[in-house]
C-alpha cells in the first residue's frame, strides 16, 4: 500500500450522481453503460465492469458515489467520463456499489 498525503486526495472530487440509464455493452460480458446525472453539473457517460454482480435494472434511478474528475478514458470505442465507486472482496466473489444512506440531491459533494 502507498499513502498519499492530503493534497493529493484533495484532488479527487466525489460526488453523488443518479443513475437514469444503463444498459449493456455489446461486446463485452463485463460492461455496463451508465447515464449518470449530477444534476447541475449535468450528466455524465460513465463505464463500469460491474455486470457479473448488478443487471442494468438494478441501476436505475438510484444514487451511487462516483469520482466525477476522472480523466476520460475510451472504453469500447466510447468515451467514459468518470468512476462507480465499489468494494470487492477479495477473490471477486462479491462487488458492493457505495450508496449514500440517506435520499440527497445528485452533485452533492462527497467529502
Known sequence: MTNINYDDFSKVDLRV???ENAEEVEGS???IKMEVDFGNLGKKIIFAGIRKWYQPGDLKE???????????????????QGMILAAEEEGGENCVLLVPDKNIYPGTKVF
Open 29 to 31: 460480458e463485463k460492461l
Open 17 to 19: 450522481g443518479k443513475i
Open 62 to 80: 438510484k444514487l451511487f458515489i462516483f469520482v466525477f474528475n476522472l480523466e476520460p478514458k475510451k472504453i469500447m470505442g466510447e468515451e467514459s
